[in-house]
């Protein structure tokens, strides 16, 4: 049974930066696709970003329109951890991140993605 576990969300000004972590346990996490998604509170989870199981840093990596260029995901299979650094932040940002395995085939489709983790809140400040 996997199980993911964020961490690194807050409070932080716009402009501002934050990395996340998902730490993973149980199967090969060298051998996920891992992604990450967001849910703002009324909206619907949209996807951020998205790493496959080959990558070394962030090659493999895709990333949603709105936060190309801001956020960069990688991952460290030695420590069965993905991450999320997070540049410039906006009010837009603001949402509760999850990162999961992707078990289908759309890297950016949630419908593809199982073992979800509880998520950790961001929130940017005007």
């Known amino acids: 049974q996997v199980q993911l576990v964020e961490s690194g969300g807050g409070l932080v000004q716009a402009g501002g930066s934050l990395r996340l972590s998902c730490a993973a346990s149980?199967?090969?996490?060298?051998?996920?696709?891992m992604g990450w998604f967001r849910q703002a509170p009324g909206k619907e989870r949209e996807f951020v970003a998205a790493i496959a199981w080959s990558a070394g840093t962030t090659y493999g990596a895709n990333y949603a329109d709105s936060v190309k260029g801001r956020f960069t995901i990688s991952r460290d299979n030695a420590k069965n951890t993905v991450y999320l650094q997070m540049n410039s932040l906006k009010p837009e940002d603001t949402a509760v991140y999850c990162c999961?395995?992707?078990?289908?085939?759309?890297?950016?489709?949630?419908?593809?993605?199982?073992?979800w983790g509880q998520g950790t809140q961001v929130t940017v400040s005007s």
């Open positions: 149980g199967g090969t996490f060298s051998r996920y696709n």
């Open positions: 999961a395995v992707r078990i289908g085939t759309r890297w950016n489709y949630g419908g593809d993605y199982g073992y």
